[in-house]
């Protein structure tokens, strides 16, 4: 998300969620290879172990490559996001974000305007485009987490009793900046 110009850094809790996660699932993968094969034979304690060594190096490894490769990433055209506007909105707040379009979780970016929420997909999936709604047109927000592990989506129900799911970094640094915009 950024604020103005000013990029907001993804804080440690994240960094530390995100380590763990990443161990779970290896080590669950390597639980189940080792149960259904015959040819793997790990005790339960060294797949702890490979797990923790993934969940970290991945925490390493990740952030170093996405330095060496993100500005080339950022560069391309479908990371240039830019919504349609009305003639006297003006962007806020934007950042990265995923909106579920049924069971699709679209990428693209969430901006806060004088005006509107507005999310704007890139190029690379398959539902495309842009949705728009009134702050006025907002009945409530509510919290969620992803696999009841990590807080990062945010349910806005609309007025006509629609729901919006989105994933977002700093979920409540997102919620706070909705709650200043509407009157619920």
């Known amino acids: 998300m950024e604020i103005g110009n000013k990029p907001l850094k993804m804080g440690w809790k994240y960094g530390i969620g995100f380590a763990l996660f990443s161990a779970i ?3 669950l993968l390597l639980l189940f290879f080792n149960s259904v ?3 793997i034979d790990y005790s339960v304690s060294e797949m702890l172990i490979q797990g923790a060594i993934f969940g970290l190096l991945f ?6 490559v996405m330095k060496l490769f993100g500005k080339k990433l ?3 055209d ?6 349609v506007l009305e003639s006297d909105e003006e962007i806020e707040i934007h950042g990265p974000a995923n909106m579920f379009r049924g069971i699709e979780g679209v990428g693209g970016k969430l901006f806060l305007t004088n005006k509107n929420i507005i999310f704007k997909s890139h190029k690379i999936n398959i539902q495309t485009g842009q949705t728009a709604f009134d702050y006025n047109d907002i009945k409530g927000i509510e919290t969620l987490k992803t696999l009841n592990l990590i807080n990062n989506r945010l349910r806005i129900t609309t007025v006509d009793d629609n729901s919006h799911v989105f994933v977002v970094n700093e979920r409540d640094l997102w ?6 915009r509407i009157e619920l």
């Open 25 to 27: 699932i290896y080590t």
């Open 175 to 180: 919620l706070k900046h909705l709650q200043e």
């Open 59 to 64: 925490v390493i490894i990740f952030p170093l």
């Open 74 to 76: 950022s560069n391309s």
């Open 37 to 39: 094969s015959n040819n």
């Open 78 to 83: 479908t990371l240039k996001i830019i919504p």
